[in-house]
């Protein structure tokens, strides 16, 4: 999956993603993909361990800025390895 497949063009107005399960397995795919530890990119995005968790499980509210923050962590990571 490319990091430029995450988007979601109904929520662009609020912030917010409005399906977070369904965005949520995309987040873990790509990390997945990229050959990243869920340590890696909380590292990256500077929260805990437990927040990308809920995030790639779909249990915690994601906005879009969120997304992005963490499609481009993926990104730079995976570049890096």
């Known amino acids: 999956m490319k990091p430029d497949n995450i988007t979601c063009k ?3 107005g609020s912030g917010l993603v409005p399906n977070p399960k369904t965005i949520g397995r995309r987040l873990k795919k790509l990390r997945k993909d990229g050959g ?6 909380k590292t990256a995005l500077r929260v805990s361990h437990g927040y990308v968790s809920l995030m ?3 249990k915690a509210t994601i906005t879009t800025a969120r997304v992005r923050q963490y499609r481009d962590a993926v990104a730079k990571l995976s570049k890096s390895k």
């Open 10 to 12: 109904k929520c662009l």
């Open 36 to 41: 990243l530890s869920l340590t890696a990119v």
């Open 56 to 58: 790639e499980s779909g």
